[in-house]
């Protein structure tokens, strides 16, 4: 089988804002971490690409380029200042005419990770993830970060957080956390919580039952994966609450979570839907979802 194309690297969506400026930055240090090439995307949307197309002035045209070859622009000199000295990171730069979400996925098929930002200006303004940035995360064919406008750096040897439900997403959460905590040289907090029923009022014995065949469930989960990472210290973690929440508290002495995402676009446990929507609107330290890639 033969090795995937991912020839843009890290693709970095932008947009002038200060959302945007966080994710170029994050992404310049991604792409200097696993020595691939930084893809800066900025994507012009006039009415004639949207549906049914209006005419517009051709000066509208020129306006809306030139804002976004500046936008790109910034989003390069912010990326280099974030590259470090020893490190030589390729950076393209593309101005597309497209949607901002098409524009993205569309990549996501040559792309080693698609990065945003929680909210933007115009398209990206809608709601605190923004349309654009949740369209993204359902339907991109590999991970996709998300990344706050008020992202502060975690303390350098804070672990990786990973959501885990023992679902096949899990599974890719699982895989995507490991690299990254390996890349980073910093440990891996695995979490898995109970949800949707009314754990609290469940006997103590009923309790500790399930506890225990929790903890045998979620060793089982890492075990391949501790396996194939020795360098990554593992920290397991059952807790008799709801994943949102304690993703969200476990969050705040962790550099990055990782959740998992269903195929289909829908999202379960400690995946997409209730919970993780919950999770990256209110995270403060970057999120990556763990999209499946194309089917072959």
């Not at 923004?130 to 672990?159: E, I, K, L």
Request: hydrophobic share 45%.
């Amino acid at each position: 089988m033969s090795a995937p194309d991912h020839h843009r690297g890290i693709v970095v969506a932008v947009d002038g804002s200060s959302a945007s400026s966080a994710a170029a930055t994050w992404a310049a240090g991604e792409a200097a971490m696993r020595k691939v090439p930084l893809t800066v995307v900025h994507a012009v949307t006039t009415p004639t690409a949207t549906w049914p197309p209006v005419p517009y002035p051709e000066s509208l045209a020129v306006r809306l380029e030139d804002e976004g070859k500046k936008a790109i622009m910034h989003a390069i000199k912010l990326a280099e200042e974030a590259i470090p000295a020893d490190r030589n990171v390729t950076i393209h730069r593309e101005l597309v005419y497209s949607s901002p979400a098409l524009a993205l996925i569309n990549m996501s098929d040559v792309a080693e990770m698609i990065v945003v930002g929680t909210a933007g200006r115009g398209l990206l303004a809608r709601g605190v993830l923004g349309s654009v940035s949740a369209t993204v995360v359902r339907h991109a064919h590999c991970p996709v970060a998300v990344v706050h406008a008020d992202h502060v750096a975690a303390a350098q040897d804070a672990p990786v957080l990973v959501g885990v439900d023992g679902s096949p997403a899990s599974e890719l959460a699982i895989e995507v956390a490991f690299d990254e905590a390996s890349r980073r040289g910093v440990g891996l907090t695995a979490l898995h919580a109970w949800s949707d029923i009314a754990i609290t009022e469940l006997p103590e014995p009923d309790w500790s039952s399930l506890e225990a065949e929790a903890h045998r469930s979620l060793a089982e989960n890492l075990a391949g994966w501790q396996e194939r990472y020795p360098d990554v210290a593992v920290q397991r973690l059952v807790v008799r609450d709801q994943p949102a929440r304690q993703l969200a508290e476990k969050s705040g002495t962790a550099e990055l979570l990782v959740v998992g995402s269903h195929g289909r676009g829908g999202l379960t446990g400690v995946l997409l839907g209730s919970v993780s929507n919950a999770v990256l609107h209110s995270v403060r330290i970057p999120v990556i979802v763990a999209r499946p890639p194309v089917p072959a």
